[in-house]
């Protein structure tokens, strides 16, 4: 056995103290909002929102919008800026090239009765010196062209010199219509509406609804925006607009929105 003397070993005490339930959730949500604060500027913010390509080439920029676009529009501040990959971006720091919004399609009407509601204070702040605004009517193939076209007029009223011209949107055909129907009623829209404001209306189809339901007496005779989502130009030859994408980020509107282009020459 040994000789030497073992140390005491001292206890230390404990004491406990009693935690109430309120008190733990208000300790949790504490740490939670501290680890939120520290590390909020490290995540991708909303000016890092990335959208679609932008296709090769050289264009002026359009936006088409209506009520369902969500958010205030920044009206002076609308430019698509692309990155190096040719994505739009809604950060500037990012931007490798940006160009202003060239023009802008107001949603004035739909059928023969709905007026968007939000069609007044888009036509107004489209006024503004650096755009040039146009107006369209979501064409209801079940309704007479002509009362539509009145309702159109009348929701829009005069159109200065240098507005762009009406547009009338094909996008839908209703059940049991025929395709004669659908260009019947379409043509009398767009007489009615050229006869009152001297300029021939532009119409907005996909381009395979291009193909399968619009006929000649339309595609010869009026200038097409054609819809058609990617980096191939429309084959069509007497095309204005190309709404290339529906998902394009644009500096100024919030989320996503349609883009177009006309060239710029």
């Not at 936006?63 to 800026?81: A, K, P, T």
């Not at 709905?114 to 069609?119: C, I, L, R, Y």
């Not at 009362?147 to 005069?158: E, K, N």
Request: with cysteine.
């Amino acid at each position: 056995m040994s000789t030497r003397k073992r140390k005491t070993k001292r206890r230390l005490k404990v004491r406990k103290v009693k935690v109430s339930p309120v008190q733990a959730v208000c300790a949790a949500a504490a740490l939670i909002l501290a680890i939120f604060l520290l590390f909020r500027g490290w995540g991708p913010g909303p000016d890092a929102e990335r959208g679609a390509k932008v296709p090769p080439g050289s264009w002026r920029y359009g936006i088409d919008i209506s009520h369902n676009n969500e958010g205030r529009i920044v009206w002076d501040s609308l430019f698509v800026m692309t990155d190096g990959k040719g994505r739009t971006v809604r950060d500037p720091y990012s931007a490798k090239d940006i160009k202003p919004v060239s023009f802008v399609i107001v949603k004035a009407t739909e059928g023969a009765t709905f007026e968007d509601p939000d069609f007044k204070d888009n036509w107004r702040n489209a006024s503004r010196p650096g755009l040039r605004r146009g107006a369209y009517h979501f064409f209801r193939s079940s309704k007479d062209g002509e009362v539509q076209a009145r309702h159109f007029i009348s929701t829009v009223g005069d159109i200065r010199l240098g507005d762009l011209p009406p547009v009338l949107d094909i996008e839908t055909i209703h059940l049991g219509c025929s395709r004669e129907l659908l260009n019947q009623r379409a043509l009398q829209w767009l007489r009615t509406v050229e006869a009152h404001y001297g300029k021939k209306p532009v119409v907005y189809a996909s381009s395979s609804f291009i193909k399968d339901h619009l006929m000649k007496e339309i595609t010869d005779y009026y200038p097409i925006w054609v819809a058609r989502y990617g980096k191939e130009r429309p084959g069509l030859d007497s095309w204005v607009w190309w709404q290339f994408t529906d998902r394009a980020v644009v500096k100024g509107v919030p989320g996503e929105v349609d883009l177009s282009v006309m060239r710029a020459d």
